[in-house]
């Protein structure tokens, strides 16, 4: 069982940055595939990154690459989403997930098993 607790989000005028924390409980998340997902009002929730146990796979929405980075530090079992040149269409609730399987990315809702409860990410213009 593995619990996801997400951090970071805010309120950031356009072009500016933030980054947003997932901090995992449990001694086997080293183990897990990771990733970011996002809801904003009204939508369905849509796939931002992706990454493999070590770190060593990465892969992105087309409509944040370049802008947002992965990344995951086993030994504080946290994976950190850095977003760069925020747009007012990044506005929404950015949701960490885990999967048991860590050997590569996944980048469907239903390929993963835990969720954190999100953290709110408003872009204003």
């Known amino acids: 069982q593995v619990q996801l607790v997400e951090s970071g989000g805010g309120l950031v005028q356009a072009g500016g940055s933030l980054r947003l924390s997932c901090a995992a409980s449990?001694?086997?998340?080293?183990?897990?595939?990771m990733a970011w997902f996002r809801q904003a009002p009204g939508k369905e929730r849509e796939f931002v990154a992706a990454i493999n146990w070590s770190g060593g796979s990465t892969h992105y929405a087309d409509s944040v690459k370049g802008r947002f980075t992965i990344s995951r530090n086993n030994a504080k079992n946290t994976m950190y989403l850095q977003i760069n040149s925020l747009k007012p269409e990044d506005t929404a609730v950015y949701y960490c997930?885990?999967?048991?399987?860590?050997?590569?990315?996944?980048?469907?809702?239903?390929?993963?098993?835990?969720w954190g409860q999100g953290t709110q990410v408003t872009v204003s213009s």
């Open positions: 997930a885990a999967r048991g399987d860590g050997s590569r990315w996944f980048w469907q809702t239903w390929d993963y098993d835990y």
């Open positions: 449990g001694r086997t998340f080293g183990s897990y595939s």
